[in-house]
């Protein structure tokens, strides 16, 4: 089935782009359409450890074989033909229904294109209602970084406040989005802690169960023995029987006069209250938790 007859089936609106000329490739495609080559989808038909994958990658890019995780062979032309129906450069990505792994860049852009299963007609489709069809179609779906790594992406990364080596040991193992999600709320070198402690322990641990892992940690080595925790355990070690609001509100409430000091414009009075936090909680806490709590309420 091509891809127009399958996007219709799944209920996505997309349009149709009727080229001149009947292109090879990527970059042909891409100036045939009045696009740039990364909002062109590629897809590629590898195997690896004996499974045949379905792979999507920007038109720009080459697939990692360490961030597939695994090594990989390209499938032969007559045998994609056999598994896809399409000629190789005419597979499209809803052609076949094996897992389908998919670089998380292919979404950057607000709208991609892929052939339909023709060298001279593409599809024109918004990045989310690609997405959309991606989900809803009937096949197994990863999305991650599978990229080769260029030089825009360490720049990128080093740019969030790390060391080039830092910034190249995040990208070229596939944790550039995470770092960037989790650094807009913590401390870069934070994160790089807990990244290298993920890489360490081999071990993926999603951003929500990073986000409460940050704001428990109150050093480099609490970050790691939280996740050998989760490495070993599936899951987080207990935190201590302690409400950190309700902490907070009970330092407040005991010390009004820093209270009023921090009214009147005293930034001290912020760090000596975390400091009452730190101290009532014995320390079980994220420092930097605490304060945005006590900003929150002391601005409120």
């Known amino acids: 089935m091509k891809a127009d007859q399958k996007l219709e089936d799944l209920g996505i609106t997309f349009d149709t782009v009727e080229q001149d000329n009947p292109t090879e490739g990527c970059e042909e495609a891409a100036e045939e359409r009045g696009l740039e080559p990364n909002h062109i989808v590629k897809s590629l038909m ?14 720009d890019r080459e697939l990692s074989e360490s961030k597939l995780g695994s090594e990989y ?23 076949t229904d094996l897992r389908h792994v998919v670089d998380e860049r292919i979404f950057d852009n607000r709208v991609v294109s892929h052939t339909n299963g023709e060298r001279d007609k593409g599809l024109l489709i918004h990045s989310n209602d690609f997405r959309k069809a991606l989900d809803r179609a009937d096949f197994e779906l ?26 190249k040991f995040i990208v070229d193992n596939g944790y550039g989005t ?3 999600n989790l650094a807009e709320s913590f401390r870069s070198s934070q994160v790089l802690d807990l990244i290298r402690a993920m890489h360490r322990n081999d071990v993926n641990i999603d951003e929500d169960v990073a986000v409460e892992v940050l704001d428990r940690a109150k050093n480099q080595t609490h970050i790691q023995n939280m996740v050998e925790h989760f ?31 921090f009214a009147s414009g005293k930034g001290s009075a912020l760090n000596y209250l975390v400091g ?25």
């Open 276 to 300: 009452q936090v730190m101290q009532r909680t014995g320390g079980k806490f994220n420092p930097e938790k605490a304060q945005r709590i006590l900003e929150e309420k002391l601005n409120d």
């Open 142 to 167: 990863e999305i991650r970084d599978l990229a080769v790594s260029n030089k825009d992406d360490y720049d990128e990364i080093q740019n969030q406040g790390l060391e080039m080596e830092d910034a």
């Open 46 to 59: 590898v195997e690896s450890e004996g499974e045949k994958i379905h792979v999507l990658l920007p038109g």
């Open 73 to 95: 062979r390209m499938v032969s032309p007559e045998k994609s033909k056999r598994i896809t129906g399409f000629e190789s450069g005419t597979v499209h990505p809803f052609s």
């Open 178 to 180: 995470m770092f960037s």
């Open 231 to 261: 490495s070993k355990e599936g899951s987080l070690p207990e935190e201590k029987n302690y409400d950190l609001e309700e902490e907070i509100e009970i330092v407040l409430d005991r010390n009004q006069d820093a209270v009023e000091d």
